[in-house]
């Protein structure tokens, strides 16, 4: 059973930096790109960020590009979004989601909130 777990969320000042982790189960994490999405309130869910199999293939969105970072261990089953300078506008849930035989595999989402 194909599983994500999303962590690392929280309340950050503006400015301030925040690591979100998403560890997968159940597939075999080093074949299968990994993308970011986030949910602001009263939004539609967007990409925020992709990764290939390796750390050499990445897409970042317009807003986020040269604040985020988007990497991955496969040997933890995990990606990672380093996010830095923070800012009110990146206030959302968190997803991260994979593609794996027609369907979309989501977890369930970490709350970030830049507030201060």
């Known amino acids: 059973q194909v599983q994500l777990v999303e962590s690392g969320g929280g309340l950050v000042q503006p400015g301030g930096s925040l690591r979100l982790s998403c560890t997968g189960s159940g597939f075999t994490f080093s074949r299968s790109p990994m993308t970011w999405y986030y949910q602001a309130p009263g939004k539609e869910r967007d990409v925020v960020a992709y990764i290939g199999l390796d750390d050499v293939l990445t897409y970042y969105a317009d807003s986020v590009k040269g604040r985020f970072t988007i990497s991955r261990d496969n040997e933890k089953n995990t990606v990672y979004l380093q996010m830095n300078n923070l800012k009110p506008e990146d206030t959302a849930v968190y997803y991260c989601?994979?593609?794996?035989?027609?369907?979309?595999?989501w977890g369930q989402g970490t709350r970030v909130t830049v507030s201060s």
């Open positions: 989601m994979t593609h794996l035989g027609g369907t979309n595999y």
